[in-house]
């Protein structure tokens, strides 16, 4: 028995114990993360960290946000200048959101990212942002309903995913279309809309690595159905008369219940040609001039016109951004190696032929009319 114990005893003195462990106690917690250019061109690091108030007593604890910022030459290096200001660890396992200022955007975003993918305490469950102007200044915000600042873009953020405005996309799933030459990516676009609050102002369009412009919420929605990513809504208003008396009678508001889309690629003497074909199952959420069946045959013609046009112009800005979000690069490359291989890889997407074409079908339109 006591041969064992003693054991026992030197097998305790040979471990090496927690040489790794991060105590939570120590951590300042990073909830956002903005990139930015300076006035001088440095680079721009601007952190929010969450400060935690009251619980002591049986009074209600209250989450405000605190900012901090410094100018380095990468992120980690405006990173150490911060952890120098702060009485803790920075920690950004938790970080939710990685905001790039639009003058930092234009220019190739991946070597920001690349001490987020390359080290293993950082989160990959983060959403990347383009913002108009200073993504910094855009923490200075006071939402009343919610003070933290992480909280709130975190859930304006989710809204804009559930009614198909932005695509559900986090640092690990963008990591290899990033990369990809054959497809770009679409990210989240906002915009400061006073000092209380920011709005989701549509998606920001990528060229290679290189914000090139932004859309509208309403393309934005169509974008995303083109390409087979419906939230659980998607809302439309649409201008369906033209002489009614009082103008609200002339739109329709329709929610998109089912969709169907038809893509496929093809080559035909060294020419790309896509067929692009949307089918939209619509419910009529809105329409005050009146009685929506008498006029349901008008109505899904109207729409499917006016969609149609929405879509093809779509198509024309896309390639106008050389913005190929669909990724028929991807398919070239995959389907018909030659002709990827004869193609400007930098600008074929320009010129691809498109076939477009939105069908509209209203097949619910409320409970009374």
């Known amino acids: 028995m006591r041969v064992k114990q ?7 003195v040979l471990l ?17 993360l903005t990139y930015d250019l300076s006035e001088k061109d440095e680079f721009l690091l601007g952190i929010s960290i969450p400060i935690i108030e009251g619980g002591s007593g049986g009074s209600e604890l209250s989450v405000t946000s605190e900012t901090f910022s410094a100018t380095g030459f990468t992120p980690r290096d405006s990173r150490k200048k911060i952890a ?19 003058r930092m955007a234009t220019n190739d975003i991946y070597p920001t990212l690349d001490v987020i993918w390359r080290d293993s305490r950082n989160s990959l469950g983060a959403t990347l942002a383009i913002v108009d102007g200073k993504a910094l200044e855009i923490l200075e915000i006071e939402p009343k309903h919610k003070p933290n600042v992480s909280e709130y873009f975190h859930d304006a953020l989710t809204s804009a995913e559930t009614n198909t405005i932005i695509p559900p996309e986090t640092i690990q799933t ?23 609050s920011a709005i989701v102002v549509g ?3 990528m060229d290679d690595r290189k914000y090139v412009g932004n859309l509208s919420p309403q393309d934005s929605t169509l974008l995303l159905l083109m390409n087979n990513k419906k939230g659980k809504f998607a809302r439309f208003t649409k201008k369906v008369n033209e002489k009614e008396k009082y103008d609200y009678n002339n739109y329709l508001s329709f929610n998109v219940e089912k969709n169907k889309r038809d893509f496929k690629v093809e080559v035909n003497e ?10 939209m199952m619509i419910n009529v959420d809105e329409y005050p001039k009146g009685n929506v069946p008498e ?11 006016e969609l149609t046009k929405d879509a093809n112009d779509l198509i024309a800005t896309l390639q106008e951004k050389n913005c190929d979000v669909f990724g028929i690069g991807r398919r070239l490359m995959a389907f018909y190696p030659d002709t990827w291989e004869k193609l400007d890889q930098k600008e074929y997407f320009k010129d691809i032929t498109f076939n477009t074409k939105v069908d509209v079908t209203i097949v619910s339109h409320g409970i009374v009319m």
Not at 84 to 102: A, H, Q
Not at 177 to 193: M, T
Not at 295 to 305: F, Q
Request: glycine letters at 6%; aromatic letters at 4%.
């Open 84 to 102: 120098r200001e702060i009485s803790g660890v920075l920690d950004t396992s938790k970080n939710k959101l990685i905001l790039f200022g639009d």
């Open 16 to 32: 090496t114990g927690c040489w790794d462990q991060h105590l939570m106690k120590n951590a300042i917690l990073v909830q956002v």
């Open 174 to 196: 963008l990591a290899s279309e990033i990369l990809d030459p054959g497809e770009d990516v679409v990210l989240p676009y906002l915009k400061a809309n006073s000092k209380k």
């Open 6 to 12: 003693l054991f026992i005893i030197l097998l305790c």
């Open 203 to 205: 998606l920001a369009l």
């Open 295 to 305: 006029e349901i045959d008008r109505l899904n013609k109207v729409l499917t016109e």
């Open 270 to 279: 060294g020419q790309v040609m896509v067929s692009l074909n949307l089918k």
